[in-house]
């Protein structure tokens, strides 16, 4: 008769061979000073706001804590960026991601522009009273 297995030796069974496979990718993050605010103008996610102290973030329809809701949205629709100059905004998908209704790989953003999706439209300002 088999001897029954505890939790840990059956996780450590079942990991054992993973641990040399798994490698440990740390990502720097830096303030987003002021935060950034973003603000849906238009389309599903209409009067959502979201303020951001903190990057690289990723905008898009598979994004955990910033989706897009917009159907034809792509997975990865838009990442702000902390840069010396300022937050960055920067898409791989330039044709559907417009900054300004101009198709933009990479840009500064300031206060004002707005990136639309699809129907989405969403307004770039920032946070200055730091609360």
């Not at 798994?22 to 303030?31: H, N, S, T, Y």
């Not at 959502?48 to 329809?61: C, D, E, I, N, Q």
């Not at 910033?66 to 044709?95: H, R, S």
Request: with cysteine; hydrophobic share 35%; net charge negative.
């Amino acid at each position: 008769e088999l001897e029954p297995l505890t939790w840990p030796e059956i996780l450590n069974e079942h990991l054992g061979s993973k641990r040399r496979k798994i490698k440990d990718r740390p990502k720097v993050v830096a303030p987003l000073t002021p935060p950034l605010q973003l603000t849906f103008l238009r389309g599903l996610q209409f009067e959502t706001k979201w303020l951001l102290g903190y990057g690289p973030r990723k905008v898009g329809a598979k994004s955990i804590d910033l989706p897009i809701w917009e159907p034809q949205a792509p997975d990865v629709c838009f990442e702000i960026l902390p840069t010396p100059q300022g937050p960055g905004f920067k898409t791989t998908n330039p044709g559907m991601v417009l900054l300004n209704d101009q198709s933009t790989p990479s840009a500064t953003l300031k206060s004002g522009d707005l990136i639309s999706i699809f129907d989405c439209l969403i307004e770039v300002s920032f946070d200055e009273t730091g609360e």
